[in-house]
């Protein structure tokens, strides 16, 4: 009788074990399973020829003959529970060398810390997440830029190792289903977009679907003194090795001196992939508000500012050529792309070399070649730059 008696007892033991083991953690170790961290430690040497001409006379611009700097790059995410934080500050050491004429010469230091990125996401339930804060927020397919952001068109795929500017934004994301995602989108200031470069304010309404082997994305967007812009972008795999896409965007034209077009932008690609991995891509873009018959120093007067992010490219038709071999060798990763204006014959050829040494290191090597004559887009500015760099990862 006694030995019936010790048995529930027992086995109320091991239910009770089992309670103390399912027992919720703690808050701190909470935060400790949903900290992640990374820093990434980057170095660079920048040489660069300016080009003599209208547009940069005596160098006006002051660009910079050499450069060098170190970058500490932290990278900081917690989740938690419903809230996930980001955070992204910047610690730069930069000395650059400028040259006037080749007669003045004026080296400067500058020493600067800044948040790039970060950003506060709050999950309200498992469909609706609001957020706030600094991004890089990009989209598309496209390997050229976007037209269809309204925010920053550019997309920085030249030289991936420099870092885009984030801006300020407030998203609600509504995640209908797996397929179809519903973005609200405000931007409510230039974050660490450069004073030269033109910004305006802008809303967009965004909605992407994904289906089987195809997807697609339409954005509404209003501007600060623009009209409304309706624009988009879709992409489709028509095989294991060829895939096609497109992006543009379309709104009614803003009173300009410009030639009184339509304000419509439209890119067309498509890509094949070869056996061993290296994918072959070609672009087309059009840009019906783009100046041609004007030298390219009246574009810019014209335009207002040296650089536009909404509108990169000042001529109205250009064409890509890309190729891309990643993991040459096992560690070798090739990027070439050569960008032809087709307006006014000017090109820009960029080669992107990037080495894996080890787990940790990698070493960077860009030279970049413009062609054209000094009233041209691509030879108004420079004639050719080399950037050399390394990192390293812990």
Known sequence: MRRRRMLPLAALGLACGACLADEPASLGE????????????????????????????????????????????????????????????????????????????????????????????????????LSYGRE?????????????NPFNASNGRNNPNLELPGLDYARVVYVASSSLTISLISNTGRGRLDQVNRYRKANAAKVDYTGDGYFLSLVVSRGDGEETRVGGFAGWDVSESVSLHAEGSAARREESLLPQRRDRQLLVGASYTFEQGAKLSAEYFYRDDGCIRLSIQACLALRGALVDPVR???????????????????????????????????????????????????????????????????????????????????
């Open 312 to 394: 990169p490219l000042v001529r109205r038709r250009y064409a890509m050529l890309q190729y891309a071999d990643t993991r040459i060798a096992g560690k070798l990763n090739l990027a070439a792309r050569l960008v032809r204006n087709l307006d006014d014959k000017s090109s820009q050829l960029v080669v992107n070399l990037e080495y894996e040494l080890g787990d940790h290191w990698q070493l960077y090597a860009i030279p970049t070649f413009y062609h054209g004559s000094r009233t041209s887009e691509f030879g108004s500015l420079l004639r050719k730059s080399i950037f050399v760099g390394a990192s390293y990862t812990f």
């Open 136 to 148: 890089n927020l990009q989209w598309g397919p496209s390997a050229l830029l976007s037209p269809s």
């Open 30 to 129: 909470e935060l400790r399973a949903g900290f992640f961290s990374r820093v990434n430690v980057f170095g660079f040497a920048l040489h660069q020829e300016p080009a003599e001409t209208f547009v940069n006379t005596i160098n006006v611009l002051g660009t910079p003959r050499t450069q060098k700097e170190l970058d500490l790059r932290p990278d900081f995410n917690l989740k938690w529970r419903q809230l996930e934080l980001d955070l992204k500050p910047r610690f730069q050491w930069s000395r650059t060398r400028t040259l006037y004429a080749d007669l003045l010469q004026f080296d400067t230091r500058q020493d600067r810390a800044y948040i790039n990125e970060g950003s506060v996401r709050y999950r309200l339930h498992d469909r609706l997440i």
